[in-house]
């Protein structure tokens, strides 16, 4: 059902079964915050879900098969969706409530708005075809950079990440246990595919990866404000995209803030990735 609605919405694949399997590591229970809409025959037409990111904010999603829309089903999900955050986040008093849909959507668009949503981030799945072989270039001056030992290194990345995206709006950090448990529990996790930049051996830029299937993606990309504009990240992404292609990966992918305020999409766009999708983030 994802995929029919990617391919109708975007004209390929982008996230498929692996982006599924991941969003529920993030579902505390999938019996009481998950649902499924399925016909006649019961065939699964519609899916939706909703996390307690944090303890003021529910975040959700949901889809509808291409095949099913205007019958009503996005709108029984949503109220779904909408009773079960209320329970959740009961113990805030007062809470944000973000909801995912596909940029363009204006039937899903309208639906939130005549609840009281608003939008408030843009993204952007960029995408980067690899040809192996897939030379990654030089070197910034200075730096090297290499792969991680995670008993060692995760606490560094973990920091070098939360001030990376100290003033993105779309970033929200958690604490050191609860980023490790949720970076280890999903299933595309390993940690050979992670790089560090370090300058005299001091971490100062970090990306992190993983495999999807037959796509690679760019979790994160961040470097240290004290060393941006040396060509890092670009340095950073190519030596990932020449990892995966001698892996046989033939295509990475990325999850982008169109309003990133580091110029993050720039630094994708110079390494030759694309905008192949878009969609939307949308906040009551």
């Not at 006649?40 to 509808?64: F, I, K, M, N, P």
């Not at 708005?113 to 981030?121: E, L, N, T």
């Not at 949720?182 to 495999?211: F, N």
């Amino acid at each position: 059902m994802v995929i029919a609605d990617e391919l109708d919405g975007a004209g390929q694949l982008v996230l498929g079964a692996d982006f599924v399997r991941g969003e529920w590591t993030r579902v505390s229970d999938p019996t009481t915050d998950a649902w499924v809409a399925v016909d006649g025959a019961g065939e699964v037409v519609g899916y939706a879900q909703v996390t307690l990111e944090e303890a003021d904010l529910a975040r959700s999603w949901g889809v509808v098969h291409p095949g099913h829309r205007g019958r009503g089903i996005g709108s029984t999900l949503l109220n779904r969706i909408e009773e079960r955050s209320i329970e959740l986040a009961a113990a805030a008093g007062s809470f944000r409530f973000r909801h995912a849909i596909n940029a363009g959507d204006e039937a899903a668009a309208a639906m939130l708005r005549s609840r009281g949503f608003r939008p408030v981030h843009h993204f952007w799945h960029m995408q980067i075809e690899l040809i192996e072989p897939f030379q990654p270039g030089r070197m910034p001056d200075g730096i090297d950079i290499g792969g991680i030992e995670p008993e060692r290194d995760l606490a560094t990345i973990h920091a070098l990440l939360d001030a990376a995206f100290v003033d993105d709006r779309s970033h929200h950090p958690a604490p050191f246990d609860r980023w490790v448990e949720e970076e280890t529990s999903t299933p595309g996790y390993d940690p050979t595919l992670w790089l560090l930049a370090r300058d005299a051996g001091v971490p100062v830029g970090v990306i992190t990866a993983s495999l999807a299937e037959d796509r690679g993606w760019v979790d994160y990309l961040a470097v240290s404000t004290s060393h941006r504009g040396r060509g890092i990240g670009p340095a950073l992404l190519r030596r990932s995209f020449a990892m995966f292609a001698n892996r046989g990966v033939r295509r990475m992918l990325v999850s982008v803030d169109a309003q990133n305020p580091t110029g993050a999409t720039a630094v994708y766009e110079r390494v030759g990735m694309r905008i192949v999708n878009a969609w939307d983030q949308w906040e009551r």
